[in-house]
């Protein structure tokens, strides 16, 4: 299945080697106190989903130049950023099979590098005078605050809804990625209804990549590198849950809520609750939903003229629903 990511990657090879060039001038340069810490940064670099979709958006829609460059690497050290805050807010000690920041270093650290490259993120903006995504930029970055604190919120309560549900991931992963798609076009002067159209591309490929994650969350297979159930033991409420808690009864609604609060103490009822999902299903559910919002993006993107930065965007978007990783 990586192979299709492989390929994906392949509609912007030389693209791709620029940017990571670009993001390295970028790091190395900023005279960033802890060295070790940049090369850290460097060295655990993901699949780069985010700089890939501004690449393929820019490209669809004009030819890509600095701008989308600046734009990519600021959207990357932004999520890099909040990746950072969120190991801290659940005290996760691995990310990508290596240890957190938080913990080879220190939470206090880790805040403050996750702050470092929030600036830094605007800097790069501001620096290169790319002042029509700065309000796009900042209000991504609220976003991603409101949801983890909503989602917070609805752990202690546990009394999420499918609503309250779509509102998170689209605060929390969604809007990042519409960010991405908005401005891979507005880096090639794309017009607004453009503009307009890739950001809606952009939030249906990210709620449906933020579904499929939450369903993986429920596969002992999975290769996250997170634990399967993980978002049960921080009583995280996700959509496959949320579907099967509406489908049952008042007293089997109460047996799984007072398992989800236990299950750290007890794991045995993590596959409890996972056999409970599946008998309601829940996860059937959730892949409907999640297919629905593929297809949304998909036929936005087939508006558009043939090319193979378009053909790599479709590919990236049904890859985001069958993905292990």
């Known amino acids: 299945m990586d192979l299709i990511f492989e390929n994906i990657k392949k509609t912007i090879t030389e693209e791709l080697a620029q940017f990571r060039q670009f993001s390295k001038e970028e790091l190395t340069s900023s005279g ?25 958006s820019a490209k669809m829609n004009g030819k890509i130049c600095k701008k989308t460059y600046v734009a990519a690497q600021s959207m ?13 807010v659940d005290g996760a000690e691995i990310r990508r099979g290596i240890p957190t920041i938080q913990s080879q270093w220190s939470p206090q650290i880790a805040v403050l590098v ?42 202690i309560t546990m009394d999420t809804t499918e609503e309250d549900y779509l509102k998170v991931i689209y605060k929390k992963t969604a809007s990042l990625i519409c960010a991405c798609t908005r401005f891979g076009a507005l880096s090639v002067d794309a ?92 996860i059937v559910y959730a892949e409907q939903k999640m297919n629905r919002f593929c297809r949304q993006a998909i036929s936005l993107l087939e508006k558009f003229p043939p090319c193979d930065a378009r053909n790599a965007l479709i590919m990236l978007a049904e890859y985001t629903t069958i993905r292990k990783i």
């Open 76 to 88: 990357e050290l932004l999520h890099t950023a909040t990746l950072i805050h969120d190991d801290i």
């Open 191 to 282: 017009d607004d209804a453009t503009v307009e159209q890739m950001t809606e591309i952009g939030k249906n490929i990210g709620l449906a990549f933020q579904i499929r994650d939450d369903i993986l969350d429920f596969d002992k297979d999975n290769k996250t590198g997170k634990s399967y159930g993980n978002d049960l033991r921080e009583h995280k409420l996700t959509l496959p849950l949320i579907y099967a808690l509406k489908r049952s009864t008042e007293d089997e609604q109460k047996t799984i809520i007072r398992k989800i609060k236990n299950c750290t103490e007890n794991p045995c009822f993590i596959d409890d609750i996972i056999e409970f999902i599946n008998r309601q299903q829940g």
């Open 114 to 155: 996750g702050d470092y490259l929030l600036a830094k993120a605007l800097d790069i903006i501001t620096k290169n005078k790319i002042y029509d995504v700065i309000s796009t930029a900042t209000e991504v970055v609220k976003h991603l605050s409101e949801g983890e604190l909503l989602q917070i919120q609805k752990s």
């Open 32 to 56: 960033f106190v802890f060295d070790d810490i940049t090369q850290y940064l460097l060295d655990s670099e993901g699949k780069l989903l985010r700089p890939i979709i501004i690449l393929l």
